[in-house]
């Protein structure tokens, strides 16, 4: 089954930039979204279509693509930036497939 | 604004069954694809199953297929999905979430998903 792959972990001191990466052999031909999960919360979606920011979504939260590699970067971390962040694609046939997740941590 | 609320979850025998409902309000449901995600505790995120808006097409993730059912009301705004032969495997929080699928065309297409609601625990028990 299609799979794509996250670090576990990353962390970062408030103010810094943090990336998260998300890799994937069919990301070349499909959208890529990313979704922030805090602790006891329901997920919610940061970035859709690789690089769009839904309304609401703070400028410092940006989407790129590069090959079978995206990354969410998050401009100048801050303490509320603290959870769970999940990427989420679709395989060859369409069903939709997320990330194991990367657990960012702001010191 | 956008709300979804679920409902229907507990305490079941391995064997057993749950009826979920997800009620929406704020946007108009009829229009949108509507799916269930389950999140086991301490695990990612899974996708279970969607819906299109008028119940013509209807999918689900391999480890459910024949064992549980996606419906929708929209008339009453109300999407349910039945769990039956629920196994262990399948404790989890079960997410019902607005889907963009019907929005997106081409082959690029990994629809997301919008709007979630708060979920609703599913146990189940040896």
């Known amino acids: 089954s299609y799979e794509l792959t996250q670090p576990p972990s990353v962390s970062m001191s408030p103010g810094q930039t943090a990336r998260i990466t998300c890799s994937g052999d069919a990301l070349p031909e499909k959208y890529v979204s990313w979704y922030q999960q805090r602790p006891g919360q329901a997920p919610i979606l940061v970035i859709k279509k690789d690089t769009e920011r839904p309304s609401g979504i703070p400028e410092r939260f940006s989407g790129s693509t590069s090959g079978t590699r995206a990354t969410l970067t998050i401009s100048g971390v801050q303490a509320e930036d603290e959870g769970e962040y999940y990427c989420?694609?679709?395989?060859?046939?369409?069903?939709?497939?997320f990330g194991g997740g990367t657990k960012l941590t702001v010191l | 604004q956008v709300q979804l609320v679920e409902s229907g979850g507990g305490l079941v025998k391995s064997g057993g069954s749950l009826r979920l409902s997800c009620a929406a309000s704020?946007?108009?449901?009829?229009?949108?694809?509507m799916s269930w995600i389950r999140q086991a505790p301490g695990k990612g995120l899974e996708w279970v199953s969607h819906i299109s808006t008028s119940s013509t097409y209807i999918s689900y993730a391999e480890y459910v297929e024949g064992r549980f059912t996606i419906s929708r009301d929209n008339a009453k705004n109300s999407l349910f999905l039945q769990l039956n032969s629920l196994r262990v495997e399948d404790t989890a929080v079960y997410y019902c979430?607005?889907?963009?699928?019907?929005?997106?065309?081409?082959?690029?297409?990994?629809?997301?998903?919008?709007?979630w609601g708060q979920g609703t625990l599913v146990t189940v028990s040896s």
């Open positions: 979430a607005r889907d963009l699928r019907g929005t997106c065309s081409g082959g690029s297409c990994a629809a997301p998903f919008d709007f």
């Open positions: 989420q694609s679709a395989d060859s046939s369409g069903t939709r497939v």
């Open positions: 704020g946007f108009t449901f009829s229009d949108y694809y």
